[in-house]
């Protein structure tokens, strides 16, 4: 299998359905009707995505720079974990991403590997300028054995592809971890240019969608990986999402 994701900077964004009823009654309701607001139609699936790596690596940039655009220079360490909602188009269907984004450091290992099992899409994340964060991955990947589902689509990220002088981790070399383990694709990105970015999340929801047989209902899918009953932004038996520290 080919491991290597060979994408490229793209323009994002789809533009969203809308369903409705059909208008009825005076040519004067008509009217009114028309003038409301439709609902935008409502998403066909939802997945849950989870973005794991070392501590500054930039889980939490390249969440943010995905669902709002947005950059932040000095950001503060995730505790715990937090998550962003994005909607996403993709194979004619109307996809809502839970991102979850989870804090770096160890200590906080029992509270964000709570959020590994119900994840379709796993994002693991080093910087390309610390050699450390590479080193980490093997430690990761432990962590997605013991907690992840078995069919979880993995990719790996090199991210701050913009630090290219301070590169020390070899394209090629993170080409042959991932190679290593079965079915795991590989990217490099940067959060701060804005490079790769949706094309990471967009393939990753690409690569889950192409495993699920779509034309099932979607009743029997789980309901913790997909379904239509109205949403809890967080899994109940789950620890609270984290604030923001220094
Ligand atoms: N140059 C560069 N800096 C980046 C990039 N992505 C993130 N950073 C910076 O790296 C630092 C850490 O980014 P975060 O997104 O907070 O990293 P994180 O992996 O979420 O960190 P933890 O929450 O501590 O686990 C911040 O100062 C970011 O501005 C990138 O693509 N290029």
Redo the contacts with the bound molecule.
Sequence with gaps: MNSRCEIQRRPGGGSGGFSGSPVTGSPAMGAQSRRRKMAPRPADYKLQII?I?????????????FTDDT?????????GVDFKIKTVELRGKKIRLQIW?????ERFNSITSAYYRGAKGIIV?Y?I?KQETFEDLPKWMKMIDKYASEEAELLLVG?????EADRVIARQQAERFASRISGMRFCE?????N?NVDEIFLKLVDDILSKMPLEMPCREFSNSVLSLQPEPEMPPELPPPRMRCC
Excluded: Y
């Excluded at 790596?53 to 720079?65: A, C, H, Q």
């Excluded at 984004?101 to 450091?105: E, F």
């Design positions: 973005i790596g070392s501590r500054g690596v930039g889980k939490t940039s390249l969440m943010e720079r950059f932040c220079e000095a950001c503060k360490s995730t505790v984004d989870t804090a770096g450091q994340v910087d300028t991210n701050k592809l913009d630090c990105a940067s959060a701060k240019d490079f």
